[in-house]
């Protein structure tokens, strides 16, 4: 491979890529910001979360292709978490937190590892083993 091979190829490829960039800016999809999401021009609405933990909704909300944007509101004593979306992704939003919520409540259902361990070092301590050692010689 020679010098002019490989100058050649390198201005073919930034004249690929600078050929790629006059096709359009690209929008944005999923989590972004509201700036982002109200620039759009397509209707912005919002839903209001209490919950702290938001990283789970987040990926359901990925999974329904959702464009949407986070902001958190510290204004109470409990911070609260806007959800903004555009208007035409309402169904599918609904569907992500129905999901979500049925996920939240599975989760407050199962019971805490921590009372589990607890509950079986209680057993463990009732149950009375003797430690006593038996020494077995094998004849061969």
Do not use: H, W
Request: charged share 40%.
């Amino acid at each position: 491979m020679t010098a002019n091979v490989l100058k050649s190829a390198i201005s073919k490829y930034l004249a690929y890529r600078k050929e790629k960039k006059r096709e359009g800016p690209v929008k944005p999809c999923g989590k972004q910001s509201v700036k982002q999401l109200v620039g759009q021009d397509q209707g912005v609405t919002n839903i209001e979360i209490t919950d702290k933990n938001i990283k789970d909704f987040e990926r359901i909300a990925r999974k329904y292709g959702v464009d949407f944007a986070l902001k958190k509101d510290k204004t109470g004593d409990i911070p609260k978490y806007l959800v903004f979306f555009k208007a035409r992704d309402a169904d599918a939003l609904t569907a992500a937190f129905k999901e979500y919520t049925a996920k939240t409540d599975r989760k407050k259902e199962r019971p805490s590892v921590l009372k589990k361990l607890r509950k079986f070092k209680e057993v463990a301590a009732d149950i009375d083993t003797p430690k006593v050692r038996k020494k077995e010689m094998d004849a061969r």
